[in-house]
């Protein structure tokens, strides 16, 4: 017995910092949201995949020293255990341990994720992520899927203000030839590049300069004059997509593995205009870098023109190496994850998220318990063509209240039957919307029901 139970002390029902729950009016919302995903995903071709939220920390990389990011690692009995802190790893083991998979293989995957961060607006240490990549293809094409993919799922979510900005790493590797500075202080330049958002061209030129430690521990970049000169020239290339393909053709002319990069960019953007996707919706931005260090080309990040505090809610890129720590080849792969759980903080704040408190449409009243089980029978017989039917179950037993339920919970249709509707075989279909009853058979009230959604 616990120290609460012997003296009697209530529980505190206190939330851990960082988690949250879902109420059923965003849950519904949350669902709808998630099918809506799903079924944009399937519309491409993409498979489902399951796998453990529970992975060694061996697969994972958490066991390694240099591992940067905060997770919740374990010992379970005698095993050293990490829970997921994305999908990607995980898919690359999959891949790795079915060798008979047909390739390009194009999966999804819809989980939890866990990483112990510090919680902000929109982002919590437990989120779902919505995965989709294809591995095995290292074609331009898979890329551009990839893009497309990202529009047509924020379009079927009725999302019109956003722009997906999207890059090359290899575009940004090549800077350290560019701009002339050690090629192993090129992750640490693209994690001070990608904060440009956040800290303004200001704060970034403050990072390349310092020579103190930064909060990871690492030294400072203390990059060279001329070396910043460079890349902030770099950083402020305006124009749109199209002018900025060629500006970097002359900027980085000599400088392989950024023209190798450039020329994605360029095809990429052919490709999406072919498609007709709006230009208001896409765009080549040079300072998007992706901070994990396992992308190797085009990369890409979604923000919500309205909303652009909560950050990115779709993000990806290329991982061609990824895979290589478990079969020892170079595996091409790209793809991209929708923060569900961002997205819904951001729709949520802009008042874009459709609560829902119930997933009935309708209700069956009992003011006769004399006809119980022909309810439930009536409840049954209306499930079985495809209308969600809740019988009240609760202790008022007047039609008043149990309309007044049906009310709270935007139940859109009430069915009355007493024993005045049962002597004619008939139900009374009351409309909670247009305010207005009627007296008909169930057929009737079923075809009305189904016409109204």
Request: no cysteine; hydrophobic share 40%.
């Given at each position: 017995m616990s120290k609460e139970e012997k003296t009697g002390k209530k529980l505190k029902p206190e939330l851990l910092g960082g988690f949250r729950d879902y109420l059923p009016s965003v849950m519904i919302a949350r669902q709808e949201i998630v099918s809506n995903i799903r079924k944009t995903f399937e519309s491409f071709g993409f498979l489902p995949l399951e796998t453990p939220g529970l992975e060694r920390s061996s697969v994972l990389g958490t066991d390694k020293d240099e591992f940067k990011m905060q997770v919740y690692r374990f010992k379970a009995?005698?095993?050293?255990?990490?829970?997921?802190?994305d999908l990607t790893v995980p898919l690359s083991r999959v891949v790795s341990a079915n060798a008979d998979l047909i390739k390009p293989f194009k999966r999804y995957q819809f989980g939890s994720v866990w990483r112990k961060e510090s919680p902000q607006a929109g982002r919590y240490r437990e989120f779902a992520q919505f995965d989709a990549d294809i591995v095995g293809s290292d074609s331009i094409l898979?890329?551009?899927?990839?893009?497309?993919?990202?529009?047509?799922?924020?379009?079927?979510?009725?999302?019109?203000?956003?722009?997906?900005?999207?890059?090359?790493?290899?575009?940004?590797?090549?800077?350290?030839?560019?701009?002339?500075?050690?090629?192993?202080k090129t992750s640490?330049?693209?994690?001070?590049?990608?904060?440009?958002?956040?800290?303004?061209?200001?704060?970034?030129?403050?990072?390349?300069e310092s020579k103190n430690h930064n909060e990871i521990g690492e030294d400072g970049l203390a990059l060279s004059e001329e070396s910043i000169y460079k890349i902030v020239e770099f950083l402020k290339l305006k124009g749109n997509s199209?002018?900025?393909?060629?500006?970097l053709k002359i900027l980085f002319e000599g400088v392989a593995v950024a023209e190798e990069g450039i020329k994605e960019c360029e095809e990429i953007i052919k490709n999406l205009e072919y498609l007709n996707i709006p230009q208001i919706n896409w765009k080549l931005d040079l300072s998007i870098a992706r901070g994990l260090g396992y992308y190797t080309g085009p990369v890409f990040e979604t923000t919500l023109n309205n909303c652009p505090e909560i950050g990115s809610v779709f993000s990806g890129g290329r991982f061609d190496d990824l895979i290589m720590r478990f079969t020892g080849e170079k595996i091409p792969s790209v793809g991209a994850s929708v923060g569900v759980d961002r997205l819904l903080a951001a729709l949520e704040k802009i008042g874009k998220l459709e609560k829902k408190n119930s997933t009935a449409k309708a209700l069956i009243t009992i003011i006769d318990q004399s006809l119980s089980q022909k309810i439930l029978?009536?409840?049954?017989?209306?499930?079985?063509?495809?209308?969600?039917?809740?019988?009240?179950?609760?202790?008022?037993?007047?039609?008043?209240?149990?309309?007044?339920?049906?009310a709270k919970r935007e139940i859109p249709f009430v069915i009355i039957i007493g024993e005045e509707e049962n002597s004619v075989g008939k139900i009374k279909l009351k409309s909670m919307n247009e305010r207005k009853e009627e007296l008909v058979t169930e057929e009737e009230a079923i075809n009305t029901i189904k016409k109204s959604y």
């Open positions: 009995g005698d095993q050293d255990v990490t829970l997921r802190f898979s890329d551009t899927e990839i893009i497309n993919l990202m529009y047509e799922t924020l379009k079927n979510l009725e999302i019109n203000e956003f722009v997906i900005r999207f890059n090359n790493r290899k575009i940004l590797n090549g800077l350290s030839f560019f701009a002339n500075f050690d090629k192993k640490q330049v693209l994690r001070s590049l990608d904060k440009l958002d956040k800290i303004g061209l200001e704060g970034v030129v403050k990072e390349l199209q002018e900025l393909i060629q500006k029978g009536i409840a049954q017989k209306f499930r079985s063509v495809g209308i969600n039917t809740e019988v009240y179950l609760g202790k008022e037993k007047g039609l008043k209240s149990q309309i007044i339920y049906a």
